[in-house]
């Protein structure tokens, strides 16, 4: 798994944790 793959999937993550 590429890190960028990673950051993403993280940041989405967070984003919904936010909402």
């Given amino acids: 798994a590429e890190v960028s793959q990673l950051f993403r999937q993280c940041s989405e993550q967070n ?4 909402e």
């Fill in 15 to 18: 984003k919904a944790k936010l």
